[in-house]
T-cell receptor
């Protein structure tokens, strides 16, 4: 059974700092991995989608990497801003059309 | 600006009542997902549709929950009878799948359900 774990559960950093969020999954047989952002009381917004054949994806200040063999993905946020404060969720598409989400990392960027 | 819409946004009801939540996926998308989010369990997949056919609803309590897609522009999630433990935020998401490739899932704003 696929399990997705995100570390840390919460993170507080000063503005301008570079940071890394971690996601691990137990079964390497995945179709893709997605990183989402969720603001309080809102839905999820997709940030990056990495197909199983890819190693990384970049969008602006965000970079996500995928290492299927070790069951890990990282989301790197450069030059963090207060507007980056949100919960970041990692989701694994396991095939069979199931998407398994991690519990999320709650990020707070202090001005 | 294409987006997934959900109605109602908020629903408060009493135990035993029927609840129906609606979702309009993004035009052209062929996959629809229903999720439930709670503080304790996080995000859980309840049901998945592709080309309007239910492919997976193993995450859904079958005795009280049902999900349908009457047409390509409408997905519904029904709870009958509702219970206090059903209180959660219910999200609908849609996407485009081609063969075994799955595209990004686009989430709606959610329906916050409170069952008293």
């Amino acid at each position: 059974k696929q399990e997705v774990t995100q570390i840390p559960a919460a993170l507080s950093v000063p503005e301008g700092e570079n940071l890394v969020l971690n996601c691990s999954f137990t079964d390497s047989a995945i179709y893709n991995l997605q990183w989402f952002r969720q603001d309080p009381g809102k839905g999820l917004t997709s940030l990056l989608l990495i197909q199983s054949s890819q190693r990384e994806q970049t969008s602006g200040r965000l970079n996500a990497s995928l290492d299927k063999s070790s069951g890990r993905s990282t989301l790197y946020i450069a030059a963090s801003q207060p507007g980056d404060s949100a919960t970041y969720l990692c989701a694994v598409d396991t095939g069979g059309f199931k998407t398994i989400f991690g519990a999320g990392t709650r990020l707070f960027v202090k001005a | 600006d294409a987006r997934v819409t959900q109605t109602p946004r908020h629903k408060v009801t009493e135990m035993g009542q029927e609840v129906t939540m609606r979702c309009q996926p993004i035009l052209g998308h062929n996959t629809v997902f229903w999720y439930r989010q709670t503080m304790m369990q996080g995000l859980e997949l309840l049901a998945y549709f592709r080309n309007r056919a239910p492919l997976d609803d193993s995450g859904m309590p079958k005795d009280r929950f049902s999900a349908e897609m009457p047409d390509a522009t409408l997905a519904t999630l029904k709870i009958q009878p509702s219970e206090p433990r059903d209180s959660a935020v219910y999200f609908c998401a849609s996407g485009l799948a081609r063969g075994t490739d799955r595209d990004t899932q686009y989430f709606g704003p959610g329906t916050r359900l409170t069952v008293l």
